[in-house]
């Protein structure tokens, strides 16, 4: 990513839920040299400690949940840029856990809102959705698409309903109240520094060490996936270009689209790896298809995916490999 695109964001407090997370984290790189930065997160996940800039003299960290509106109306206020990153995420978590899947994306959601709303100087409020409000099949979806939701009692789509909640609460504090705010619905973001679940993180951690690489279902699941430097960059897009208020936002890439099965023969390749490829069985519904249209990102914030898959891989990679070699220390 290119700051040098960003040059007038300097002098800003920006407070960031969720901060403590993989996409929140790898924002704060991009802003902490010239920007106050307030971290809000329950550290239930801690990718910000793997950061160089962990401890920033311009890095405030509040440990703090977000279904605890006192404390966050507390913590924001000074803040003049908001980005709301927290939630539960990763397939398997929220299936365990649907109960507090809705509870931290509905409710914490609007404690935010509600807090946000009470700041003196608020310039912009960026909240996260997700690419699963599309359902189980979304080629080339566009941000007017009509929202698909799965059959009630099949646990994966309780982050989808909660997500879409977020975004029609969102949306209704922006008309209501001329909150600032911004919708990104973030299309299977990867790299260096993500924590917990994550088909690339994991198949690149097994194919490092020549394991098994297990591919659930038939494998023939289509993706589109979006290397985290992109995504920080349309994140600071959606910061600073005012036409960006009040609007939704797909954030992903369209020219890195595979296969779950050809992604992990690529992965493979491109690491040199042995390891085998199994087929798994996999007792949860799961999107076959999810390719995003980025018609309205590219004309209104100027956004356009730059990292290849390979050149992702790559990447991530390295980053993995270095961790896995500072562990064996």
């Known amino acids: 990513m290119n700051l040098a695109d960003f040059p007038d964001f300097s002098g ?50 509040v440990h703090g949940d977000i279904l605890d509106p006192e404390a966050l109306k507390t913590a924001i206020q000074g803040a003049t840029h908001v ?3 927290a939630g539960i995420a990763g397939i398997d978590t929220v299936i365990r856990n649907p109960v507090q899947t809705m509870k931290v994306n509905m409710i914490g ?35 007017s698409n009509a929202t698909v939701l799965g059959a009630v009692g099949e646990a994966r789509w309780t982050y989808a309903v909660s997500k879409l909640a977020e975004e029609h609460l969102t949306y209704a504090h922006y008309k209501e109240f001329g909150l600032p705010t911004v919708i990104i619905r973030p299309f299977n973001i990867y790299g260096p520094g993500q924590i917990g679940e994550g088909a690339i993180k994991t198949m690149i951690e097994l194919a ?18 979006c290397y985290v430097d992109d995504m920080v960059e349309g994140i600071m897009r959606c910061l600073t270009v005012d036409a960006a208020v009040g609007e939704s936002f797909n954030l992903g890439n369209e020219s890195t689209i595979i296969t779950i099965y050809g992604l992990a023969n690529t992965i493979v390749r491109v690491l040199g790896s042995k390891s085998p490829i199994q087929f798994q069985a996999k007792d949860t519904v799961d999107v ?8 309205k990102a590219r004309q209104v914030l100027g956004f356009q995916a730059k990292i290849d898959l390979e050149e992702g891989i790559k990447l991530t990679a390295a980053h993995i490999r270095q961790g896995m070699d500072n562990n064996s220390i």
């Open 12 to 61: 800003k407090h920006v407070f960031i839920t969720g901060g403590a997370g993989f996409i929140g984290s790898s924002l704060i790189g991009a802003i902490i040299e010239h920007n106050k930065v307030t971290v809000y997160d329950n550290f239930s996940r801690n990718a910000l400690k793997f950061k160089p800039y962990r401890n920033h003299p311009n890095l405030n960290i």
């Open 83 to 85: 980005v709301h990153a």
């Open 109 to 143: 959601s609007s404690n935010l809102l509600e807090a946000a709303a009470t700041l003196d100087h608020c310039e912009r409020v960026i909240c996260f959705s997700t690419s699963e409000v599309f359902g189980q099949v979304a080629f080339r979806a566009n941000e």
């Open 208 to 225: 490092l060490q020549n394991q098994t690489i297990q591919v659930h279902g038939s494998g023939t699941q289509i993706r589109a996936w």
């Open 288 to 295: 076959e298809l999810r390719i995003p249209e980025l018609n």
